[in-house]
């Protein structure tokens, strides 16, 4: 989404990838311990302020790894990049667009096992299934009380921010990025939808309960191989700078179904998702990056785009990039994480 002001099936190609330096700056540094969980091994701005073929390349709001390898990205100003898995440079740009036409606030992404793309639009919200060539091939129910005000009670701007696919293909999850009108502030609720058997569609399943720290929300989320969620959790300060955390949480260890408690108020009966945080990424040493605003780490922008790339030993290669939102002040910049979990 477009920054406020408030305290998202590896292969093999992409897995080598994580330790190659992409075109453009790109560092590395011996350790890169942000905690015990998590180190970062380099960034790359290698793709900030470009073009490709006439696009402005940046606005990035969710990566999926594609099936050929490369990394699939889309922006929220409605194109679907595709990028080379090793340097990061486009080889490709689809526009995407609703059934009208109009352009999408497309916010998250998932490359389906046959090979379509489901994009979560955070205007009404949305789920779309497009084809390789950007047609809508289907439009997933979503919620009532999940669209955006009158027709619901979810804010502008801060619906289905994270989408993503549990590894089993059965469940796809998304996430709002802040609470529902009359839910308790802090308190987003993550809908999933179960796949018909043997099919391409998909209908309303168990909704959860996520808490986030004061003042921030829920800019993606990214299901693990062993089908648990890393989640970000984002927010702003103007003169401050970004507050960006990285969590893993469960919504299978005990979480209630709340997709018929009309509203969240804290009432007792309700377990929200239990997460474990595993990084502040202000604590990531550096690496000599440098920020165009204050930042309590230059590092940091306004990241909200995240894929698991790859796994070695014992180790998951987790891709971050930032959203520019096509801001001099802003930079799209891609990082480079090894997460134990």
Not at 285 to 306: C, F, W
Request: overall charge neutral; charged content about 25%.
């Amino acid at each position: 989404m477009r920054q406020r002001a408030v305290l998202a099936t590896a292969t093999a190609t992409l897995a080598a990838a994580t330790c190659l330096s992409a075109a453009g700056p790109a560092n590395a540094h011996p350790e890169g311990a942000c905690s015990p969980a998590v180190a970062i091994e380099r960034f790359s701005d290698a793709l900030d302020k470009t073009t490709y073929e006439g696009t402005f390349v940046g606005n990035l709001s969710a990566l999926a790894v594609d099936r050929d390898g490369a990394l699939a990205a889309v922006s929220d100003r409605s194109v679907l990049f595709s990028l080379d898995g090793r340097t990061l440079q486009p080889r490709g740009a689809l526009p995407l667009a609703d059934e009208s036409g109009a352009a999408l606030d497309s916010e998250g992404l998932v490359v389906d096992r046959d090979g379509t793309y489901l994009v979560s639009s955070e205007t009404e919200p949305s789920v779309r299934r497009h084809s390789r060539d950007g047609r809508i091939l289907d439009r997933l129910p979503v919620p009532d009380a999940l669209r955006v005000a009158p027709a619901g009670r979810a804010p502008v701007n801060g619906t289905f921010e994270g989408l993503t696919m549990t590894r089993d293909g059965r469940t796809l999850v998304a996430a709002m990025e802040y609470a529902l009108s009359g839910d308790e502030t802090g308190t987003v609720r993550v809908q999933t939808w179960r796949r018909t058997h043997g099919g391409d569609r998909f209908v309303p399943a168990a909704q959860y309960a996520y808490r986030t720290d004061p003042g921030l929300g829920v800019p993606e989320i990214t299901a693990t191989p062993d089908g648990r969620l890393l989640v970000l959790e984002r927010g702003f300060t103007a003169g401050v700078g970004n507050t960006v955390r990285l969590y893993l949480a469960d919504p299978r260890r005990g979480a209630t179904d709340v997709s018929g408690i009309e509203r969240l108020t804290g009432q007792g009966g309700v377990r929200p998702v239990r997460k474990t945080l595993l990084a502040d990424l202000a604590d990531c040493p550096d690496l000599g990056a440098t920020a165009k605003q204050p930042q309590p780490n230059p590092l940091l922008d306004n990241i909200e785009a995240m894929a698991v790339t790859g796994r070695s030993h014992g180790r998951l290669h987790v891709l971050l990039a930032s959203d520019d939102n096509q801001n001099a002040v802003q930079t799209t910049r891609f990082y480079f994480l090894r997460v134990r979990l």
